[in-house]
């Protein structure tokens, strides 16, 4: 919680003139306003704003050939930010870090890219981190919860997290879904729509259901991993109805929230840019959608772009717990 400092003002002291001095019952008195004024400016010096966010470490972004371009590691440092403790009840007053995590794969095949290595999490890192988070006091929520959280004042645990999943590969049914189920934590799975069965290296429509079945969140990333900063804006529209129906036809339930491939137009667009595509993406019908901006803070303000923690490949525990600004596990025995 950020604490505000108090400023305490100078208490004048006047003198009194007397043949013998001043009293010993005004000196006492002296005495004891002089004390109280130092307790009031040590108090005030006290937790004057969060600790600084850490650096996630900028990893390599090469393409991937015949997979869609995955989403870049982004450079920019999280900004440190105060994080107030919201109200059961009530809307979010203002910004908040709140970590929402970005995976792709997970998976202990070798790599055979320096990207692939960037973009794969192996079975034992990810399961280290989900048993760190457990310990550590998280509970994984979905979008919706969050949302209704931060806009409704819906009850929220007293350390959310959400666990988000990009392109839809199969590695999210194999291998992070079974792991999510054994310690009772929930993701977001982000599809591609046009890819979904096509290849082994996606998954199928029946996992996909079967994972909704088992509680976990799907949003849409478009038909075919657009460009939305670069494409025309018919484009755009169609890659977001699209999606957001194919989905909705086959799980036979509404997909709220779109998660902006490669993060565009938030990496390098322009703020007019941004704001267009964020018109299109609530005209579509999506109540809100996250960016790969690499930062903590979720800004009630910009409910169409909230920010994700990149967690990439070969990270040890101890920066994954950094990165997402979470206690270090050898201070908390995790």
Not at 76 to 90: N, Q, Y
Request: charge should be neutral; glycine fraction near 8%; aromatic fraction near 8%.
């Amino acid at each position: 919680m950020l604490t505000h400092r108090r400023t305490t003002p100078p208490i004048a002291v006047r003198r009194r003139t007397s043949p013998r001095g001043l009293s010993a019952v005004h000196a006492a008195a002296l005495a004891l306003v002089i004390t109280g004024a130092s307790l009031l400016a040590a108090c005030g010096a006290i937790g004057q704003g969060a600790d600084p966010s850490p650096s996630p470490d900028p990893t390599l972004s090469r393409t991937l050939a015949a997979s869609p371009s995955p989403t870049p590691a982004p450079t920019p440092v999280p900004t440190p930010s105060p994080s107030p403790p919201w109200i059961p009840g009530t809307p979010w007053p203002g910004p908040v870090n709140m970590p929402i995590l970005m995976y792709h794969h997970i998976n202990s095949t070798p790599p055979t890219t320096a990207l692939d290595a960037s973009l794969t999490v192996t079975d034992a890192d990810f399961a280290r981190q989900l048993d760190y988070l457990k310990c550590a006091g998280y509970t994984t929520v979905s979008l919706s919860q969050l949302y209704d959280g931060v806009y409704s004042g819906a009850p929220l645990p007293q350390k959310p997290i959400v666990l988000t999943f990009d392109d839809g590969y199969a590695d999210a049914f194999t291998n992070a879904f079974p792991a999510l189920q054994k310690r009772g934590f929930t993701g977001a799975f982000s599809i591609i729509t046009n890819f979904v069965g096509a290849a082994a290296a996606y998954m199928t429509w029946e996992q996909i259901g079967a994972m909704v079945n088992a509680g976990m969140e799907m949003t849409s990333h478009t038909l075919t991993h657009e460009d939305l900063n670069k494409s025309r804006d018919d484009i755009v529209r169609q890659q977001l109805t699209l999606s957001k129906a194919a989905l909705e036809e086959h799980l036979q339930r509404p997909i709220s929230f779109f998660v902006y491939p490669s993060g565009e137009p938030f990496r390098s667009g322009t703020p007019a840019r941004q704001a267009q595509v964020v018109q299109m993406v609530q005209e579509a019908g999506y109540r809100g959608a996250l960016t790969a901006s690499n930062k903590l803070q979720q800004d009630p303000r910009a409910p169409y772009a909230f920010n994700r923690i990149r967690v990439s490949g070969g990270v040890d525990i101890r920066k994954f717990a950094e990165n997402m600004a979470g206690p270090l596990p050898e201070k908390i025995g995790c």
